[in-house]
Nanobody, 119 residues
Framework: QVQLVESGGGLVQAGGSLRLSCAASGRTFSTYASAWFRQPPGKEREFVAAISWSGGSGAYADSVKGRFTISRDNAKNTVYLQMNSLKSEDTAVYYC????????????WGQGTQVTVSS
């Protein structure tokens, strides 16, 4: 069982930066792939970025490539999302997710953290 808790959201001006953190419980978290999703106001949840269990590979949505960076520190059971050059369209609730490498879908989810970008 893995529990995820996001933090680091807030209000930022366009062009600014934020770093989100996702703290995980469970001693096997280092063997889980992780990802960030977001849900903009009035829209469906969408994929943002993903990282392998080792941190050796990642993937990004086209809308955030070059601006966002996903990383992890398995010693701290934490996944990060560094967000730079933020735009108003990045405003959303951001969710951390995790899955075992044997699973195809993300099974564990955090409660979300609000990011608001003012223009």
């Amino acid at each position: 069982q893995v529990q995820l808790v996001e933090s680091g959201g807030g209000l930022v001006q366009a062009g600014g930066s934020l770093r989100l953190s996702c703290a995980a419980s469970g001693r096997t978290f280092s063997t889980y792939a992780s990802a960030w999703f977001r849900q903009p106001p009035g829209k469906e949840r969408e994929f943002v970025a993903a990282i392998s269990w080792s941190g050796g590979s990642g993937a990004y949505a086209d809308s955030v490539k070059g601006r966002f960076t996903i990383s992890r520190d398995n010693a701290k059971n934490t996944v990060y999302l560094q967000m730079n050059s933020l735009k108003s369209e990045d405003t959303a609730v951001y969710y951390c997710a995790a899955r075992r490498t044997s699973q195809n879908e993300y099974y564990y989810w955090g409660q979300g953290t609000q990011v608001t970008v003012s223009s």
